[in-house]
């Protein structure tokens, strides 16, 4: 398995490009990405691959005509060729009144999120791994899943003398254990470091949760008062990366906060913010676009305080503090969101929040999430992987997947409790959040799923 190409390969390489002639500005964005992936379903291995890509993407610009060409050729050459790509489709696009220009100069912070037993982990590792997870099943039981290591290294280097550099790695290892009487267990891990991944616990936990959720009974839709494990947590924070914190859509007035800024939209125990700082968290010091990255509040104590913003959209708002770091590689019609999106715990234990349960439900993780209404923040999709009744303070029995559309805003409004302990968790095509568990008082379930 290969390691980092390192800075000083990477600086050598985008100074051909920088050193274009004729343009009024120059920048060059490197990734390079390499991993494996181990996939396992009825217990056994299935798949097992490896990859490794290494990219650039230069940008060139003629005043405020801008060209972007990408090539897998990392060489002086390569990028110098893409450099000049790139000016001919600058010399003919049209102009763009809102480009910012390039991002000048600044310090950034260097981030330990690197390990080398993570980057160069190989196929009999993970399937050492994979089998002692499945070693914890009880006969009868049946574990899926996948363990993937990953390893990036991305720079950013342009003509306003703008240099970063930084490696990251990410560990996960997710499975879904499954009876024979019809009951799902889920559990897993993300993390910068493979040496954090308990296969075993992980296991112990799916299978546990398999046997407790057998034979789950049939319940009516409605509203329930629910405690959301951190899985679940992270699918109503990461779609408000989307639907709610995203810079083009606030301006635009397609945002769920869009004229909120100042005002409660949240219990006020509830406070989100992008941090890439937190240690915790995956990733490197700069965006796409060579901005800093720094900790954004964007809901502290219930109130809304602001979207984020790369270059462009800083300058559509006419934002006098300009970009906060969330550039995506371009070209990106999408506009920038928060991918470190953290949850401050609160105080309570996971046992706690049962126990001041009077009747509703708890909630593994949902599944099959998507927008319903951006603007009211709804979204809906389907419990999955143990979802139980709580009566009296105590989880009693299990019950059968429900549907659920709710608005994200209402939920997070009526939150009563929030746990002591915050993990990160995934949430489809967003990257890790950095979440707790959430009591909330009332959820709504629209009907039952068959899954």
């Not at 500005?25 to 490794?52: M, P």
């Not at 839709?221 to 859509?249: N, Q």
């Not at 270059?311 to 969330?326: I, P």
């Not at 608005?407 to 746990?419: C, D, K, R, W, Y």
């Amino acid at each position: 398995m290969t390691g980092p190409i390192g800075e000083d390969a990477f600086r050598r390489v985008a100074e051909a490009a920088l050193e274009l002639a004729g343009v009024d500005g120059v920048e060059v964005l490197f990734v390079h990405e390499w991993g494996g992936l181990t996939r396992f379903a009825n217990s056994e291995i299935h798949q097992s691959t490896a990859s490794e890509d290494t990219g650039l993407r230069v940008r060139v610009a003629l005043g405020d005509r801008v060209g972007v060409v990408a090539t897998n050729a990392f060489s002086p050459e390569g990028a110098a060729a893409a450099a000049a790509s790139a000016r001919e489709l600058a010399s003919v696009s049209g102009p763009d009144p809102l480009w910012p220009g390039l991002a000048p100069a600044a310090d950034y912070p260097r981030l330990d999120r690197y390990d080398e037993a993570t980057a160069g982990l190989g196929p009999q590792e993970r399937a050492a791994a994979v089998a002692e997870l499945v070693a914890r099943c009880p006969e009868g039981f049946r574990a899926a899943g996948a363990f993937e290591t990953r390893a990036v290294e991305v720079g950013i280097a342009n003509t306003e003398g703008q240099l970063c550099w930084g490696p990251w790695t990410q560990a996960s290892l997710t499975t879904v254990v499954s009876g024979p009487d019809g009951g799902d267990g889920f559990a897993e891990h993300i993390g910068a470091r493979v040496a954090d991944v308990n296969p075993a616990a992980l296991g112990e936990r799916a299978a546990d949760k398999a046997r407790r959720a057998a034979n789950p009974r049939p319940i009516e839709p409605g509203v329930y008062p629910v405690v959301l494990e951190p899985a679940a947590t992270a699918t109503l924070v990461g779609f408000l990366a989307w639907i709610g914190f995203a810079g083009r859509d606030y301006i635009e007035g397609r945002s769920c906060f869009s004229g909120k800024a100042g005002q409660q939209v949240a219990a006020p125990s509830v406070s989100i913010r992008d941090d890439v700082t937190d240690p915790a968290m995956i990733g490197v010091g700069f965006d796409f676009e060579g901005t800093p990255k720094r900790r954004l509040d964007l809901i502290r104590e219930g109130v809304f305080l602001d979207a984020v913003y790369d270059r462009r959209t800083a300058r559509q708002a006419d934002r006098a503090e300009g970009s906060t770091g969330h550039g995506l590689p371009s070209p990106n019609p999408e506009g920038p969101f928060p991918l470190h999106l953290c949850m401050d715990p609160g105080e309570a234990s996971f046992e706690e929040m049962i126990a001041a349960t009077d009747r509703g439900l708890l909630v593994t993780r949902f599944h099959y999430a998507n927008v319903v209404n951006p603007i009211e923040s709804t979204i809906t999709g389907m419990t999955r992987d143990g979802t139980f009744w709580i009566e009296g303070g105590e989880v009693r029995e299990p019950v059968r997947n429900l549907r659920f559309t709710q608005s994200t805003i209402e939920a997070l409004s009526s939150v009563t409790a929030i746990g002591r302990e915050a993990r990160l968790a995934s949430e489809f095509f967003f990257s890790a959040s950095l979440v707790p568990a959430l009591a909330i008082e009332a959820f709504r379930f629209s009907g039952a799923s068959d899954h």
